[in-house]
Structure formats: C-alpha cells, structure tokens
C-alpha cells in the first residue's frame, strides 16, 4: 500500500518569505498524481496544486510551486512571497493512476507570521 | 460553484447511539468519500463509492457503514457510536479516475460521550 509522509508537524514564516513543506512517498507505480491540498482554520480543504508523474516539468500556480523528485520520490511544496492567508493545514496526497482514492500525509501545520 | 454539502457542523451523540452523517453534492461526480481526520494522522479513507449503490472499503471501515441511493448523496452510519468515533468526519467528491481533485465539504466535529 502506498504511503505519503510529511516529516514537518509545524512550521512557521514571516509575511512575504519563502517557505517549502516536505512530502516523500512510496510506491511501486510508475505513473500516479500527486497533490497538495490546504486547509485553512475552520474552513473547507482545497486543491493548491497537482502533478502528473508522467511529466517531469514541475507544476506551478502563481506562488506555490513543487519541487517533484521522482526517483527520490519527493514531492516539496514551496510558497513564495508568503501571506497571512496562507496560514493553513497543508496535507499531500498521492493517487495511483488506475486508482479512484487519495492516500492523505498527516499534514504540516504552517503559520504564516507578521 | 462546486459545493459539497454536510449535514452538520457539530454534532454531540451518547455512546451507543446510532448516528448518521449526510453528504451532498451538486457537481454531479460519480465518485464520494468519506473520511476521518484526526491530528497526527492526517486524513484516513472509511469508505468510498464510485456508483450508486455501489461502495468499497476504505483502510478504517471497522464500526462504520454507508448509504448511496442516489447520485448525489453518500451517507455515513455509525451504527452504534463509541468514545474512540470522535473525530472530524470530512465528505468528499470527485470525477472518476484520472487526476480529478477531491472537492471537499466543510467537515462535522463529531463528539461521541
């Protein structure tokens, strides 16, 4: 079975700093969908960015990007330019590629400072 | 907009109690899920469905059982609620297969005394 961790219980960073979250992951696939979903304080779970194994280019949505290592099977998210809002939970998941369930880390818990 | 629904934010139920959490959502997605969320340990699969009527256990199942007689509407059973089923209860949707988000629902903070 495939597992996702997150070696970061907590982090923290000042306002409008760069910070990277770990995830590293096993499995024996060779193609999957990996994600990093945020949670903010009593509020719904949302999707921050997905990548396809298949594709060796990383992913990028405004400042979050991923550093997606996939021999070393890690997958970072990094947040630039940090902001208040982005004070949140912050779970990787990881997909099979026939698969239709995610299997979730235990998530990092970021603080985003003044 | 998407939206995933949930029947409770908070919910307080008696050891023993049978409890039922409803989900629904408007996307029309064949897949849903339930999971739980407990600190430390991320988020764990209970059940999913990929089809009405249809369902498959997740990694917790134990304790739990679910309803899907229509499309949009996956429900969660705890037949008889114990202490150890506090928890943060999450409903989810999605596209079948392929690299289809989840979308979420807000969550009900159960409390089994």
């Known amino acids: 079975a495939q597992t996702v961790t997150q070696s970061q219980p907590e982090m923290s960073v000042q306002e409008a700093e760069t910070v990277t979250l770990s995830c590293t992951y096993d499995?024996?696939?060779?193609?999957?969908?990996l994600f990093w979903y945020k949670q903010p304080p009593s509020r719904q779970m949302i999707l921050v960015i997905r990548?396809?194994?298949?594709?060796?280019q990383n992913a990028t949505e405004n400042r979050f990007s991923v550093n997606f290592q996939k021999a070393a099977k890690s997958f970072s998210l990094k947040i630039s330019d940090s902001q208040l809002g982005d004070t949140a939970m912050y779970f990787c998941?990881?997909?099979?590629?026939?698969?239709?369930?995610?299997?979730f880390g235990a998530g990092t818990r970021l603080t985003v400072k003044p | 907009d998407v939206k995933v629904t949930q029947s409770s934010r908070y919910l307080v139920k008696r050891t023993g109690e049978k409890v039922f959490l409803e989900c629904v959502q408007d996307?029309?997605?064949?897949?849903m899920f339930w999971y739980r969320q407990d600190p430390g340990l991320g988020l764990r699969l209970i059940y999913f469905?990929?089809?009405?009527?249809?369902?498959e256990k997740g990694d917790i199942p134990e304790g739990y059982s679910v309803s899907r007689e229509k499309k949009e509407r996956f429900s969660l059973i705890l037949e008889s609620a114990s202490t150890n089923q506090t928890s943060m209860y999450l409903c989810?949707?999605?596209?079948?297969?392929?690299?289809?988000?989840?979308?979420f629902g807000p969550g009900t903070r159960l409390t089994v005394t």
């Open positions: 469905s990929y089809d009405v009527k249809m369902k």
């Open positions: 996307m029309d997605h064949e897949n």
């Open positions: 989810a949707s999605s596209m079948p297969l392929g690299a289809y988000e989840q979308y």
């Open positions: 499995t024996s696939e060779s193609n999957y969908y």
């Open positions: 998941a990881f997909m099979g590629y026939n698969n239709n369930d995610m299997r």
């Open positions: 990548q396809e194994a298949y594709k060796q």
